[in-house]
């Protein structure tokens, strides 16, 4: 799921995503899904920029909003 996206404000060109996950084994059956699939693949070469990510496990606090 996606729980959020952000745009830089001094980067127009930089994203930040939180997505959500049953757990690591559904992250990677997800991302695993997603890197083979050939509509990404079509995009990528029809929009040939410079991609990079920071991927971090994280888990809400006990007093969070998002518990």
């Given amino acids: 799921d996606v729980v959020a996206v952000w745009q830089r404000l ?3 060109n930089t994203l930040v995503w939180m997505l ?3 757990d690591r084994a559904h ?4 991302w695993t899904a ?3 699939d050939p509509a990404w693949h079509a ?3 029809k929009y040939a920029v410079p ?4 991927a971090y ?3 809400a606090t006990d007093y969070s909003k998002l518990k």
């Fill in 43 to 45: 995009l990528r070469e």
């Fill in 27 to 30: 992250r990677q059956e997800v």
């Fill in 10 to 12: 001094d980067n127009a």
């Fill in 57 to 59: 496990m994280m888990s």
């Fill in 20 to 22: 959500a996950y049953r």
């Fill in 51 to 54: 991609l990079s990510a920071e």
């Fill in 34 to 36: 997603f890197a083979a």
